[in-house]
């Protein structure tokens, strides 16, 4: 079935660096557009990164802009968010997301698939 595994959360401290993998299967992956979300108790998840399946074009929010950057592996079917000046805010649970062709989105509803999360916790 078609699955996205992630990996790669923990605990850092701000300043720090960390980078998420997402693993995907049971899909073609190169025609996936992939993106990240990440989400925090009592609130909407939200849009970080996105990468189009093309590879030639990745959007990020305002907020991870510079700090963040996203990436694909098409021969090893995997996505990567590499995370650098982690800052407190950016604590939230981390989602992978794909989407069938299409351009990178910040609504939720237009991924198709998703990923378990991974928890990342920056102190301070």
């Known amino acids: 079935q078609v699955q996205l595994v992630e990996s790669g959360g923990g605990l850092v401290q701000a300043g720090d660096s960390l980078r998420l993998s997402c693993a995907a299967s049971?899909?073609?992956?190169?025609?996936?557009?992939m993106g990240w979300f990440r989400q925090t108790p009592g609130k909407e998840r939200t849009f970080v990164a996105g990468?189009?399946?093309?590879?030639?074009?990745?959007d990020y929010a305002n907020s991870v802009e510079g700090r963040f950057t996203i990436s694909r592996d098409n021969a090893k079917n995997m996505s990567y968010l590499e995370m650098t000046s982690l800052k407190p805010e950016d604590t939230a649970v981390y989602y992978c997301?794909?989407?069938?062709?299409?351009?990178?989105?910040?609504?939720?509803?237009?991924?198709?698939?998703w990923g378990q999360g991974t928890q990342v916790t920056v102190s301070s």
């Open positions: 049971g899909l073609t992956f190169s025609r996936y557009t």
């Open positions: 997301a794909g989407m069938l062709w299409g351009a990178s989105s910040p609504r939720p509803v237009a991924w198709r698939i």
């Open positions: 990468l189009h399946w093309s590879g030639r074009k990745a």
